[in-house]
Nanobody, 124 residues
């Protein structure tokens, strides 16, 4: 069992930056690939970024590539999402998720545990 808690969301102007954190409970954090997803009002939850268990490999949605960076600190049981050059279309609730799969999926069905989400609002 893994419990996830996101933090760091808020209101920011377009062009600004935010860093989201996701703290995980338990001593098996390093056994899970981690992902970030987001869901805007009236839209399906979509993949944003993912990172392998050891942090060697990362994956990004085309819409955030070169602007967002996912990282993790297994000693702190935490995964991060650094978001730069934010756009109004990045406005959404952001969720972190844990996957037992060796290679993290871009599908929500590929994840076993989810956090409650943190709101990110980007004003124009």
């Amino acid at each position: 069992q893994v419990q996830l808690e996101e933090s760091g969301g808020g209101l920011v102007q377009a062009g600004g930056s935010l860093r989201l954190s996701c703290a995980a409970s338990g001593r098996t954090f390093g056994s899970y690939a981690m992902g970030w997803f987001r869901q805007a009002p009236g839209k399906a939850r979509e993949f944003v970024a993912a990172i392998t268990r050891g942090g060697v490999s990362t994956f990004y949605a085309d819409s955030v590539k070169d602007r967002f960076t996912i990282s993790r600190d297994n000693a702190k049981n935490t995964v991060y999402l650094q978001m730069n050059s934010l756009k109004p279309e990045d406005t959404a609730v952001y969720y972190c998720a844990a996957s037992a799969n060796l290679v993290p999926s871009q599908r929500t069905s590929g994840y076993d545990y989810w956090g409650q989400g943190t709101q990110v609002t980007v004003s124009s």
